[in-house]
C-alpha cells in the first residue's frame, strides 16, 4: 500500500502576520504532492531520506538580481530534519495570483 507522502496544511487560522493572498490552497497544495508523486522518483528529502514532506501553506518570494524583482517558490518541507525544498509554480502548472 502507497503511503502518503505529503502531508497538507489544511488549518483554516494561518498566522495573522501572513499575507493571505500569498497563501497556497488546499487544492493548490494537493495539485503540487500530486505532481511531485508522479514525476520519475518519488520525492524525498535529500538531505535524510525521509519521504515525509510538508506542502506548505505558504509561497516565498526569492530576491533576483533584478533590483525589484523576484520570484515565488512553494516549500516542500521534510518533517524530519527541516530541510526546506523550493520549487517553481509554473513549472507544477499552478499559478499564483
Ligand atoms: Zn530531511
Known amino acids: 500500500m502507497a503511503?502518503?507522502?505529503?502531508?497538507?496544511?489544511?488549518?483554516s487560522s494561518p498566522s495573522p502576520a501572513l499575507h493571505p493572498k500569498k497563501m497556497l490552497t488546499t487544492e493548490?497544495?494537493?495539485?503540487?504532492?500530486?505532481?511531485l508523486n508522479?514525476?520519475?522518483?518519488?520525492?524525498?528529502?535529500?538531505?535524510?531520506?525521509?519521504?515525509?514532506?510538508?506542502?506548505?501553506?505558504?509561497?516565498?518570494?526569492?530576491?533576483?538580481?533584478?533590483?525589484?524583482?523576484?520570484?515565488r517558490r512553494v516549500v516542500i518541507t521534510c518533517t524530519y530534519c527541516g530541510h526546506d525544498?523550493?520549487?517553481s509554480p509554473e513549472v507544477m502548472g499552478l499559478t499564483i495570483s
Do not use: W
Not at 503511503?3 to 488549518?11: A, V
Not at 493548490?28 to 505532481?35: D, E, G, R
Not at 506548505?56 to 538580481?65: C, G, N, S, Y
Open 28 to 35: 493548490q497544495q494537493n495539485l503540487i504532492a500530486k505532481h
Open 38 to 71: 508522479t514525476r520519475a522518483q518519488r520525492p524525498k528529502c535529500p538531505v535524510c531520506g525521509t519521504t515525509t514532506l510538508r506542502v506548505q501553506p505558504q509561497v516565498v518570494e526569492l530576491p533576483t538580481a533584478e533590483s525589484d524583482s523576484t520570484i
Open 85 to 87: 525544498m523550493y520549487f
Open 3 to 11: 503511503q502518503p507522502y505529503f502531508i497538507i496544511d489544511d488549518s
